[in-house]
């Protein structure tokens, strides 16, 4: 939520700039902006478009220097307006700007700093809360700005990742972070700061990840680190292989649509070359943690929270352990009956979602020691909260609509399941054996389901004209439901809704018409029969199915009900394969609604604030 960019250098550093918003992007696009230090002044240029347009609006200021800040922003305080939009200015009465600011987070106490700051004059341009932050400063600031940030932090409430500068100290670029991410890029003789490295590739690949607490001064051939307590203090410099080009489109016309594509390189790469299952893939000390549970506890949101839901099947029919699954937001805020000898496993593809880090560390404060991730990202603070980590390999996610992160949570969760069992005694080493070979086919089975995509953009146009539809599945199918019915909503803005097939009766039958398509997801398994009932139900009521079965099945296309087949059924990782197709039917239907498909409208990656 909301990107940040910063640089300190000798150069027009306005290009960075852009280049680093438009890879961010996917954190927020209601609006973005540039300050830059120039001629002695600072001065900006903000824009409720996307990032081109800014770009553009720049070229036309002729806008350049070589201090600077940038932000997209994702709105929290204040509605998407120029006059809300990042960078923050603040001057002293009858001064130009002194202060230049972005901020990622919220502030939590701002009404009553608002209050104390128009109480010794200063004046308000925006609702934000971010606006507060910028005054704060220029009122600490008595000519050094590195002291004026850490004065200003210990006041602040809430989450936040900031960069500022000042004009009367023009090649200084002064950062902080709690709760939100900010990476440092260390050039030479030019320092960067940015929300994610992504933001820097191909400026430098020379990252320091900064931790909570932390306040950076960046100067040209400087980089100073103090922690909350305002000690000195070294973080590891890691050189991160980010190829620009992964920023890059290629032939696709969508992120999106090429990250679906991608998830056969993405599931093959989770999956490494990994020869034979053992506690350790997830880490050390794996094996006595896995021995020392008697349940499992899954935290996470949204899709991620449905990859948790699959892994529950999984997990309950292979390795016996029980396991619940809660969504993290409301895990967070409910009295629940804490067992300390479950393993608590967060699901995220960022590694930043507040909800989902906020609920791990509620698990860990009733006394759930035992915790891992599966998560995108090795540096995230998910991944350096938690004892156990599984590091899916899916890539830069940048289309805002999770698709080839969920495939790979599910690969890992996966193997997860297996290492469970194999600690329990309840994996042979033939059920081994044939579960990596299904594993080891995953990525070839998946290709040969993206080829469906002719077929399934037919299916789409059909869509396209509807208002609503309905998701079926039933067992480990059903959380795949909810996921075409979540990727439906969210970028063709059709609404969706999943229920499990057997639910039907009790009630959202009242809804089937013919003209609410209904999805099924209807595999060659032992709930196919029961399913076929299901779909009876719905066609004697006038609904139009769209089933997505298996090459074997005996289900045909008939008056009322459409056929696609998958090539094959795929046993115990046959969900992985059936959410190809409804990320695809989601893809296509948005497409011919002509939806920004990589920037649904309200939404942003990440979801860094409460
Ligand atoms: C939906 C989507 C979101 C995320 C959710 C959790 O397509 O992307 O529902 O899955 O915000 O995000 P992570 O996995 O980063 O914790």
Redesign the pocket.
């Known amino acids: 939520m909301c990107g940040i960019v910063g640089a300190v250098a000798q150069r027009d550093i306005t290009p960075v700039l852009v280049e680093g918003l438009k890879r961010l992007e996917y954190r927020g696009y209601d609006s973005c902006g540039v300050a830059l230090y120039a001629d002695g002044e600072l001065r900006r240029t903000r824009s409720t478009q996307r990032v081109a347009e800014l770009g553009e609006q720049i070229a036309q200021d002729k806008l350049s220097g070589f201090t600077g800040i940038a932000h997209t922003r994702w709105a929290t305080h204040g509605a998407p307006a120029t006059h809300n939009a990042h960078p923050h200015f603040s001057a002293l009465a009858n001064e130009k700007p002194r202060i230049a600011l972005v901020h990622n987070g919220i502030i939590e106490n701002y009404e009553e700093l608002r209050t104390e700051l128009e109480g010794v004059g200063f004046v308000f341009e925006s609702q934000t809360d971010t606006e507060v932050i910028a005054h704060l400063v220029n009122h600490l600031y008595s000519g050094d700005l590195f002291e004026a940030v850490q004065q200003t932090v210990r006041r602040l409430l809430g989450a936040y990742a900031i960069a500022v500068f000042c004009r009367d100290e023009p090649h200084r670029v002064v950062g902080a972070r709690q709760g939100s991410p900010l990476v440092v890029g260390v050039g030479n003789n030019e320092n960067f700061l940015a929300s994610d490295a992504l933001a820097l590739a191909g400026t430098t690949d020379k990252i320091i990840y900064l931790e909570d607490g932390d306040v950076v001064d960046l100067q040209l051939s400087r980089v100073w680190i103090v922690d909350s307590e305002g000690k000195s203090v070294e973080r590891d410099t890691h050189t991160v292989s980010i190829a620009s080009g992964s920023a890059e489109l290629g032939p696709y016309r969508h992120y999106m649509q090429k990250e679906i594509f991608e998830q056969p390189r993405a599931v093959g790469d989770t999956l490494q070359d990994i020869e034979s299952i053992t506690p350790e893939l997830f880490g050390d000390g794996a094996y006595k943690v896995f021995k020392a549970i008697d349940s499992v506890l899954i935290l996470?949101?949204?899709?991620?929270?449905y990859a948790g839901l699959t892994a529950k099947y999984w997990i309950e029919s292979i390795a016996k352990i029980p396991v619940a699954v809660e969504i993290a937001s409301e895990y967070r805020y409910r009295d629940s009956v804490p067992n300390p000898k479950s393993l608590v496993v967060t699901?995220?593809?960022?590694?930043?979602?507040a909800d989902?880090l906020a609920a791990l560390k509620h698990a860990r404060s009733l006394g759930m020691s035992h915790t891992l991730t599966v998560c995108?990202v090795a540096t995230s603070a998910?991944v350096r909260e938690c004892e156990l980590s599984y590091i899916t390999r899916a890539g830069v996610e940048i289309g805002?609509?999770?698709?080839k992160?969920?495939t790979t949570?599910l690969t890992a969760l996966f193997l997860l399941t297996l290492a469970l069992a194999q600690t329990r005694d309840l994996l042979t080493e033939a059920e081994e054996a044939e579960h990596m070979k299904a594993l080891r086919h995953l990525p070839a089975a998946i290709g040969a389901v993206l080829a469906l995509e002719p077929q399934i953009m037919a299916w789409a146009d059909r869509f396209a004209s509807k208002e609503n539809a309905l998701f079926l599945g039933r067992g480990m199918h059903y959380p795949i439901a909810m996921e075409g019915a979540?990727?439906l909503k969210?970028i063709s803005y059709i609404h969706a809704e999943a229920y499990p097939a057997g639910e039907l009766k009790h009630g959202p039958l009242a809804l089937v018409t013919a003209s609410m398509p209904v999805v099924t997801i209807a595999p060659r398994d032992a709930l196919l029969e029961k399913l076929k009932s299901n779909m009876q139900e719905v066609r004697a009521r006038g609904g139009e199915l769209y089933v997505f079965a298996d090459g074997d099945s005996k289900i045909s296309s008939a008056e009322g009900m459409h056929v696609i087949r998958l090539p094959e059924h795929y046993g115990k990782l046959s969900p992985i394969l059936h959410t190809i197709p409804l990320q695809l039917l989601a893809y296509h239907t948005a497409c011919a609604r002509g939806t920004d498909v990589d920037k649904p409208r309200n939404?942003a990656?990440?979801?860094t604030v409460e």
């Open positions: 996470a949101c949204g899709t991620s929270y699901i995220s593809q960022s590694g930043e979602t989902t995108n998910m805002v609509a999770s698709t992160a969920f949570q979540l990727k969210e939404l990656k990440s979801v």
